[in-house]
């Protein structure tokens, strides 16, 4: 069934937050690129890439339901933060709001009977669990090690490690 115009234009708001997070994780790798963490940045980036894969993800379900995906403009993202604490503390906040707004959209999908897309939906809200489980373990660990130079170096080298 092709997919109906509330949902389709819900799924365009999604892809435009997930292009939107692809791009704030790019300006904190840049940010942390400039405080010389390379492994910090490094990590970042691939997020971004994860964020790009996101926004395909419902890119490629919005074609395949016979919609309609429709680009817009992308907010300009942060430049500075205060800390690479500060940066983790900002990144789980923002995946806090994606959550929300991926439960808000599996509550549209289930009111307006779109099953197929509350069953697309899934894989984000297991995905969010993890997304948010990741920056906050990162975050717990710089809360532990503080951010003395060495505190800072071992977690760098870790964070380099970070597959695609
Ligand atoms: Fe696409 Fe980090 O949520």
Redesign the pocket.
Known sequence: MKINETVEKALNEQINR?LY?AYLYLAMAAYLDDLNLPGAAHWMRIQAQ??IG?AMKLYDYVVERRGRVVLEGIAKPPAEWGSITDVFESALKH?EE?TSHINNLVDLAQEEGDHATVSMLKWFVD??VE?EDSVDTILQKLKYLGEDGRSLIILDRELAQRQG
């Open positions: 997930e997070s994860e964020e996101h995946e994606i995905e969010q997304e």
